[in-house]
């Protein structure tokens, strides 16, 4: 069986006439750590950031208790926390196109190579001027944009400008991006037996009775589940927390139902806010 790849080309609606070029690109400022808790939407809490808050707080209460919550706001004129809308993108139509075959494989470094040969040579027919100024995008999984790197890292002293590949730029799927973000919480917050942490990944894992989740790179998959699990097993035990100071007692699922139902729209949204403010705002 003989390995292959397929592509597919996209005019995008934001680049600019003449493409992107070399000159827009600042390799030598590099993205560093500080920049991601620094950045506008991590360093400061406002407005948008307490009603995303909000909407998952609601959320995780909704899945365990979604009949109780439903007749809440069944008639109110208060209406259900919902996910902000910020910076909307307008509706257009994506103009793509497939690109023909290509018989090597791009999960090695030669067939890397020899794909991009076949795309920008054989299929796109550029000229090798077209490589002195533009920049192109190729979007892959995470190993594409290794593989592109490595190619760059090799071939960085070659003197023709193609064979340099500093003018493709490997850019990882969005899906990598959430399963890093998943290998980094795991790594943060898995915890160790010794620790007897119940804050911890660990502990909910052998609480559930979760099998086959080790302590480093989970499936994708499994390691989202445990997350969100976690996420909303801490809002609901932050709810009981609340009803208990009601007197109400929590360990009989029917009690926290009626509870849930006896509170109007503002009450349940005011017990959200509660749980927010304590769990999330600075």
Known sequence: ????????????????????????????????????????????????TANIDSYFIAEAIRTAYPESVKSIFANSNITYPVMPAVELLEP??????????????????????????SIYKHQFQLDDTEF?????????????????????AEQVDASATYDRKDWLIGVA????????????????HYGTMEQQDASTLYHNINFWGRKNIPADRTAFQVLEELVLHSFDARVVGLLYTRLEQHDIDTSEQDNVDQAIKDMSAKGFMDLVGDIRRSAFEP
């Open 132 to 152: 002195n100024d533009r920049l192109f995008l190729a979007f892959g999984d995470q190993k594409t944009s290794s593989l592109i790197r490595s190619m760059q």
């Open 1 to 48: 069986m003989r390995s292959v790849t397929t592509g597919k080309v996209f005019r995008g609606a934001d680049i600019p006439l003449g493409g992107l070029k070399k000159s827009m690109l600042h390799r030598e400022v590099p993205l560093t750590i500080e920049d991601l808790p620094y950045s506008p939407g991590a360093a400061v809490y406002d407005e948008t």
């Open 92 to 117: 257009r139509k994506t103009d793509s196109k497939m690109l023909g075959p290509i018989l090597f494989n791009e999960g090695t470094l030669d067939g890397s190579y020899e794909v991009i040969e």
């Open 173 to 188: 799927a969005l899906f990598h991006l959430r399963m890093n973000f998943l290998w980094l919480m795991q790594r943060t």
